[in-house]
């Protein structure tokens, strides 16, 4: 048979090599091809598959050891104060009632200023009266003023009780200086026969606001 010669014609190859082949019952010769192939080039890479289901939750761990106490921290210490006067009857129309100093901590605190007492104003004519709260002889500006005021057209000996009351920002720590002030309104002249404080206790209360 030329099973050699066969074979070699089916065989397709890059690179082939012949070789002589016999087939001796038959005699018959016949050229059989040796073939070798180099290795090709990786190819592409396959694209991601679907994504995969949840898996289910894993075991539950042990909980963990107690952790340290932390530092215990400081005791909270208002800084409160208070100036009282007993019967301090001020007639004055433009003035220092009275002051009262206070010592503030923190620049970042805001300080909350309490007067209490009684005033009066008389007058035959239209005026009106303003009392109100200055810091080392500066009124508040931040957020306003703190501050009342009473306007009168009479002659009747009224003494009520009243209070002014507000907080202040952006003071200084240190000393401050806090006023309680008599004087005229913004478009009116003050009364002329004023009391503050008749036959009664008036104070101011200075507390520290962190």
Not at 117 to 131: L, P, V
Request: charged content about 20%; some cysteine.
């Amino acid at each position: 048979m030329a099973l050699c010669s066969v074979l070699c014609l089916v065989v397709i190859c890059m690179c082939c090599t012949a070789i002589h082949c016999q087939d001796t019952s038959d005699n018959v010769q016949g050229v059989q091809y040796r073939c070798s192939a180099r290795d090709g080039r990786d190819g592409r890479d396959g694209r991601d598959g679907t994504k995969g289901e949840r898996g289910s939750d894993g075991v539950q761990g042990e909980k963990g050891d107690r952790g340290e106490q932390g530092i215990t921290g400081a005791p909270f210490v208002p800084n409160v104060k208070q100036c009282a006067w007993d019967d301090i009857s001020d007639r004055r129309n433009n003035a220092i009632i009275k002051d009262c100093t206070f010592n503030k901590t923190s620049t970042q605190s805001a300080l909350r200023v309490l007067w209490h007492g009684n005033f009066r104003a008389k007058s035959e004519s239209y005026s009106c009266t303003r009392w109100y709260f200055t810091f080392d002889g500066q009124e508040c500006s931040n957020p306003l003023p703190i501050d009342t005021v009473l306007y009168t057209h009479t002659n009747v000996n009224f003494h009520f009780g009243s209070s002014v009351e507000g907080l202040c920002y952006g003071l200084s720590a240190g000393r401050v200086d806090v006023e309680f002030r008599v004087g005229s309104c913004r478009s009116y002249p003050v009364s002329t026969d004023l009391y503050t404080g008749w036959a009664s206790v008036s104070r101011i209360i200075i507390e520290e606001i962190p």
